[in-house]
């Protein structure tokens, strides 16, 4: 690709820092592909991160979260701040490339210097997904970048751990989520920060918000009480109220001393969750590439070798971890 | 508790081997504290298993999962076969304790030496929850029970990993389960084998089962064409239906060669899955009680040294994995 031979770490880490799009892009690329440039520039951009005020925006496909996202969008950059979007969801409009349609207009964005929009595919990430993600925040914040909003589905192993790393939580539902309602009804599903119950025009918008309500007043002990919003985000009503919200739980966690200690969670989760990814990398690569623990896959298909036996003589032989009943 | 010493390798493998209930709930008992004894009594056993059809059972709570089981096992009793549930459902009856309410009536299952019941809570397994329902699994299969049950919430790490050990996946939905729905349409949900739509009563229960249809009717290229089953599971209706549906699904797996090829894959993936949770046990606590390793976290917290620094200083001290950039 042309350009490609351009950057160099320094022009890397000033192109990132001056908040050009282009270095922002070039650089999340490289993440991408696991380029060791890409470490190279994080490590040196990472003391000037942590300012950004970073949201995930989760919930079951279908329920309007990019479209909310677009409107949260507009609505900040009239307070002029900038924004990054980070989509990890696969059935989002940002990340399909259905972008341009004129059903969802974000296309105003992308002209906007203030905007940065970027999706992350959620499969083929050297050390996953949540790892990719984390070096595109942490790029965004660099960048200058004052809010930072993540778009991931509520469901599945990588959409939880992408999620982990937010400082605020926003959960969008809309009538007719009543497998969610159940989910956090069961303490399935982990209580969000906020509350959007998207597609306000529903007949049923109201009643779901109810039972939200009813749900989350089981919970007393907890100190903040997340707030509920009827949003239509298709024509932004509701968003300016949503955000205030946002804005008052990003308050919250600040005054209550609840950022710094979600980020330390938050950050060692990361760590060993990013370490856990690589080592079972290490630990699949390795396997394959050698004909006698590959032979004990074949003894455990063929029933003469128990899953543990073979469990605990690999990670022997890989990771040199003792067996727990030696 | 009295009888504890009573239990040898010898006595378990003999009692489990005979079927016998106290012994099979105290070799599950010994896989969830992570007993030595557990993983000897499996590895004597595994020659004897793989016989048993493993079922798992999965949608969002409050679909009736469970209610479904009984009505299954009620079923399946009748046939004159031998059933063993296992439940990782936290929302579940089985699990929560309310088992002995009339609402649910399961108690004669209890009562029944044909059916073992056994719960496993979701937190506090050594390894990993995955590794103790596969354990379960085993010493139910080497225990002579010809079908297994495991009930599971459908979103979530651990279940996931949990539905993949088995050969049949049914989901369960209701009317109102959208997100589910959308989720299927996003294929951000695998596509199960069997689908029941329960509370078939429901005015909005068979336009729901139309709408899964039409989804699965997009992807054409699927040999097998999951069948969708409308049940009321509190009246045993469609029960037998549903359990004809699943006894198809059991007879292509054996005749196309896909139970094997499934049961590879699961195997070599439940490896893996079980060798990476250990790996990571063992990472969290090497760097708990090491402070050079601690203070590697406070650094990034500090954001003076970066995540993905702190990660490859962390594999190569704990792993010997060498930077993949050096």
């Given at each position: 690709?042309?350009?490609?031979?351009?950057?160099?770490?320094?022009?890397?880490?000033?192109?990132?820092?001056?908040?050009?799009?282009?270095?922002?892009?070039?650089?999340?690329?490289?993440?991408?592909?696991?380029?060791?440039?890409?470490?190279?520039?994080?490590?040196?951009?990472?003391?000037?991160?942590?300012?950004?005020?970073?949201?995930?925006?989760?919930?079951?496909?279908?329920?309007?979260?990019?479209?909310?996202?677009?409107?949260?969008?507009?609505?900040?950059?009239?307070?002029?701040?900038?924004?990054?979007?980070?989509?990890?969801?696969?059935?989002?409009?940002?990340?399909?490339?259905?972008?341009?349609?004129?059903?969802?207009?974000?296309?105003?964005?992308?002209?906007?210097?203030?905007?940065?929009?970027?999706?992350?595919?959620?499969?083929?990430?050297?050390?996953?997904?949540?790892?990719?993600?984390?070096?595109?925040?942490l790029m965004m914040d660099?960048?200058?970048?004052?809010?930072?909003?993540?778009?991931?589905?509520?469901?599945?192993?990588?959409?939880?751990?992408?999620?982990?790393?937010?400082?605020?939580?926003?959960?969008?539902?809309?009538?007719?989520?009543?497998?969610?309602?159940?989910?956090?009804?069961?303490?399935?599903?982990?209580?969000?920060?906020v509350i959007a119950v998207?597609?306000?025009?529903?007949?049923?918008?109201?009643?779901?918000?109810?039972?939200?309500?009813?749900?989350?007043?089981?919970?007393?002990?907890?100190?903040?009480?997340?707030?509920?919003?009827?949003?239509?985000?298709?024509?932004?009503?509701?968003?300016?109220?949503?955000?205030?919200?946002?804005?008052q739980h990003r308050a919250?966690?600040?005054?209550?001393?609840?950022?710094?200690?979600?980020?330390?969670?938050?950050?060692?989760?990361?760590?060993?969750?990013?370490?856990?990814?690589?080592?079972?990398?290490?630990?699949?690569?390795?396997?394959?590439?050698?004909?006698?623990?590959?032979?004990?896959?074949?003894?455990?298909?063929?029933?003469?070798?128990?899953?543990?036996?073979?469990?605990?003589?690999?990670?022997?032989?890989?990771?040199?971890?003792?067996?727990?009943?030696?």
């Amino acid at each position: 690709m042309s350009g490609r031979r351009d950057w160099t770490k320094e022009t890397l880490v000033a192109g990132v820092r001056s908040g050009d799009k282009r270095a922002l892009a070039r650089a999340i690329t490289l993440v991408e592909n696991g380029d060791p440039l890409a470490y190279a520039v994080v490590g040196d951009l990472y003391r000037e991160t942590g300012r950004a005020h970073s949201l995930g925006v989760t919930g079951p496909p279908g329920v309007g979260k990019s479209t909310l996202i677009g409107a949260l969008v507009h609505h900040v950059r009239k307070l002029e701040e900038t924004v990054g979007v980070i989509s990890v969801d696969p059935s989002s409009p940002f990340t399909s490339g259905a972008l341009l349609g004129d059903r969802i207009r974000l296309t105003e964005h992308f002209l906007d210097p203030g905007v940065f929009i970027r999706s992350m595919g959620s499969r083929g990430h050297l050390g996953g997904l949540s790892e990719a993600t984390l070096q595109a925040l942490l790029m965004m914040d660099a960048a200058g970048k004052d809010r930072i909003f993540i778009e991931t589905v509520g469901a599945g192993q990588s959409e939880v751990e992408v999620i982990g790393i937010v400082d605020t939580v926003l959960l969008v539902l809309m009538p007719g989520s009543g497998d969610s309602i159940q989910a956090l009804k069961a303490g399935i599903m982990e209580i969000p920060d906020v509350i959007a119950v998207n597609k306000m025009d529903h007949p049923a918008a109201k009643t779901m918000a109810n039972e939200v309500r009813s749900i989350l007043a089981l919970d007393r002990d907890r100190e903040w009480k997340p707030p509920i919003v009827l949003t239509e985000a298709a024509r932004g009503e509701g968003v300016a109220d949503l955000w205030a919200k946002i804005e008052q739980h990003r308050a919250y966690l600040e005054s209550s001393g609840e950022l710094e200690r979600r980020r330390r969670e938050n950050l060692a989760r990361e760590v060993f969750g990013v370490a856990t990814a690589r080592a079972k990398e290490h630990l699949v690569q390795t396997v394959q590439g050698n004909p006698d623990l590959r032979r004990l896959l074949d003894a455990v298909q063929a029933r003469e070798l128990d899953p543990l036996s073979a469990v605990r003589e690999i990670l022997e032989q890989v990771f040199h971890i003792p067996p727990r009943d030696a």
